[in-house]
């Protein structure tokens, strides 16, 4: 059934009522492009770090104890993304603001993440890393759960099917587009940060 059709209590607040209402105009090739640019970001702010950075940042720390390393901090990080999710999720539900429901989340998850991406780049030692990386993951979550529940807010159901594949193609690109930077880098951990950091925060603005 659709929510434009269902019985709200006469208690919710009339901007929640449109809130919840089912959308009908057509989202413009723009904001589909925006959505993609954030998806990229995110999962570049992700998977880089992940698949490279993280790892060589560890042996430049404690070889020997690498693998540890990189367990500990991406199992920390894990932990936190399991939380933020579901909890930023929520929040933006509730969010009322000129702005909308959903862009000031994911404009403050993108600047929390972008501002641990770099204080990431220098730490020196693995409590820093774990902490940092616990913060990307707390401010990417927020952007993310954001900008997903931003496809049923805005895109009406005869177009919902074509934006979330186009998001799901934003997202590839992103794992893609961490991959290139660590190879483009050839092991320079801390300009790898930096190229995650700016591809994050760019990706927000359109």
């Given at each position: ?13 009339r ?8 959308p009908?105009?057509k ?42 390393i ?137």
């Amino acid at each position: 059934m659709s929510m434009s059709n269902t019985p709200v209590p006469p208690d919710v607040p009339r901007t929640t009522t449109a809130a919840l209402a089912e959308p009908t105009q057509k989202v413009t090739a723009r904001w589909v492009t925006g959505l993609v640019l954030v998806n990229v970001g995110i999962n570049a702010a992700f998977f880089g770090p992940i698949n490279v950075f993280i790892g060589q940042q560890a042996i430049s720390i404690d070889s020997p104890s690498k693998e540890a390393i990189l367990s500990l901090v991406t199992a920390c990080g894990a932990a936190v993304s399991l939380v933020a999710n579901p909890l930023f999720g929520a929040l933006s539900d509730r969010t009322t603001s000129r702005f909308g429901r959903r862009a000031p989340w994911v404009l403050l998850g993108a600047v929390l993440a972008t501002a641990a991406l770099l204080a990431m780049s220098v730490s020196a030692s693995v409590a820093l890393m774990v902490l940092f990386w616990c913060l990307v993951q707390l401010g990417a979550n927020a952007a993310y759960a954001a900008i997903f529940a931003a496809v049923p807010d805005r895109v009406p159901v005869p177009q919902r099917g074509g934006v979330g594949g186009l998001a799901a193609m934003g997202q590839t690109l992103g794992v893609l587009t961490g991959a290139v930077f660590g190879a483009v880098v050839t092991g320079n951990f801390m300009v790898g940060y930096w190229l995650c950091a700016g591809a994050l925060l760019v990706s927000v603005l359109p």
